[in-house]
């Protein structure tokens, strides 16, 4: 299950707000980088003695998302953090949601997450037509861009790419059938603030949706100024067996990136989509 929402900011209380964010790892990093900031001298090493924890690599391990927190912690972290009952049970939910292994146990975790915090919906993302074409996910955004009657006209003012008024409005009618847009006094308004969970979506599907976008990105190179893009790449030699390090490397980066620049809710003024693309060019040498 794959789980995407927009970006958790910090808060006053507690240092992060814990009902932004649907992952433990993220949440106790935000909230270890928020302690760093108010007290540079405080270490990884440091907070994991006071926590009880044996090992600093373990905690480390933890922020980082490469392993699950364990159970026997939770309190200890709902007392060092002086979470309120609501606030240490939904924390306690994180991490059963993290460590789940199956469907079902995941959305259990998560359905149970929804009754802790109305502002979540939940959502299966398995309609074919919704994750194939990215105009979908564009229109989404512009919801949370903009605080303002949007139709689909003003859609298409906004948008760059020259999308055809009916094709805006059949992705309009698809988002309101799936209910995460709604209709109101004659305008569109995005439903909640969405988490969608990827189950079993067709691998054509996604497939159809990166070939969109490369498509847009073909198009930018030709029509955006260089001012207003950015593109680049390499090619380079590395170990098969070092894949898995790499790819976790670059959800990283992309977790960085959007902690650092993705405004809230209509703050930005503008929308981007930043793609990596990572993949052979040649086949596996025999040494």
Not at 276 to 284: E, G, L
């Amino acid at each position: 299950m794959d789980i995407q929402t927009n970006p958790p900011y910090l808060s006053d209380k507690h240092c992060v707000d814990i009902y932004n964010y649907v992952n433990a790892s993220l949440y106790l990093r935000d909230t270890w980088l928020k302690k760093k900031e108010l007290n540079p001298n405080f270490s990884i090493r440091s907070w994991a003695q006071k926590l009880g924890i044996t090992s600093h690599s373990q905690l480390h391990q933890v922020l980082n998302g490469k392993r699950n927190l364990p159970s026997k912690y939770i309190m200890t972290i709902a007392r060092d953090l002086r979470l309120e009952a609501e606030e240490a049970d939904y924390f306690e939910k994180l991490v059963k949601l993290q460590a789940a292994k199956s469907e079902e146990e995941k959305l259990f975790y998560l359905n149970s997450i929804q009754r802790n915090n109305e502002t979540l919906e939940v959502y299966e993302v398995d309609n074919y037509e919704l994750i194939r074409n990215p105009l979908n996910f564009f229109i989404l955004e512009l919801f949370c861009l903009i605080d303002a009657d949007l139709t689909p006209i003003k859609i298409q003012k906004l948008l760059i790419h020259n999308y055809p008024l009916t094709e805006i409005r059949k992705s309009v009618e698809l988002l309101t059938k799936l209910e995460m847009l709604i209709l109101k006094d004659g305008s569109y308004r995005k439903a909640h603030e969405t988490v969608f969970t990827a189950n079993d979506i067709p691998n054509i599907a996604k497939q159809e949706y990166h070939k969109n976008i490369a498509e847009l990105a073909k198009e930018a190179v030709e029509k955006q100024d260089v001012e207003d893009r950015e593109f680049s790449g390499f090619t380079f030699g590395i170990r098969a067996e070092n894949l898995p390090q790499a790819k976790e490397e670059l959800r990283k980066f992309r977790e960085e990136f959007s902690q650092k620049f993705i405004e809230k809710d209509f703050e930005g003024n503008q929308l981007y989509h930043l793609a990596i693309n990572f993949f052979a060019i040649s086949n596996k040498v025999d040494q």
